[in-house]
């Protein structure tokens, strides 16, 4: 019978864990607003001012970035596509008992 009062006070403690446990989740949620939520939106209104203060902005547009020679960018893909491709390897058989 002892076992059974031990279950019992294990059962109760894993009660209260839970209940900690839902408490404390309950709590986050309280927190304070992070930097991104707090700014969340003001992107638009910092380009609305950004065209009043310089509407010819989008008229000298700069340079494009130039990505890979076009012999790398061949070369990378077709590296890219091969690894996709099953290799074959050989396999040597095991011997479990040695010949003498």
Same mark, same amino acid.
């Given at each position: 019978? @002892?076992? &059974?009062?031990? /279950?019992?006070?294990?059962?109760? *403690?894993?009660?209260?864990?839970?209940?900690? /446990? =839902?408490?404390?989740?309950?709590? *986050? /949620? &309280?927190?304070?607003?992070?930097?991104? +939520?707090?700014?969340?939106?003001? =992107?638009?209104?910092?380009? $609305?001012?950004?065209?009043?203060?310089?509407? +010819?902005? /989008?008229?000298? %547009?700069? *340079? =494009?970035?130039?990505?890979?020679?076009?012999?790398?960018?061949? $070369?990378?893909?077709? %590296?890219?596509?091969? *690894?996709?491709?099953?290799?074959?390897? +050989?396999?040597? @058989?095991?011997?479990?008992?040695?010949?003498?």
């Amino acid at each position: 019978m @002892p076992r &059974c009062g031990r /279950g019992l006070r294990n059962l109760s *403690s894993l009660k209260i864990w839970l209940i900690l /446990g =839902a408490v404390l989740v309950w709590l *986050s /949620g &309280c927190t304070y607003p992070s930097a991104v +939520e707090q700014n969340y939106g003001r =992107a638009v209104t910092v380009n $609305k001012v950004n065209q009043l203060v310089n509407p +010819e902005a /989008g008229l000298h %547009q700069a *340079s =494009a970035s130039v990505g890979l020679p076009p012999q790398v960018g061949v $070369k990378v893909n077709a %590296q890219y596509t091969d *690894s996709f491709q099953k290799k074959e390897e +050989e396999h040597k @058989p095991i011997f479990l008992f040695q010949e003498q």
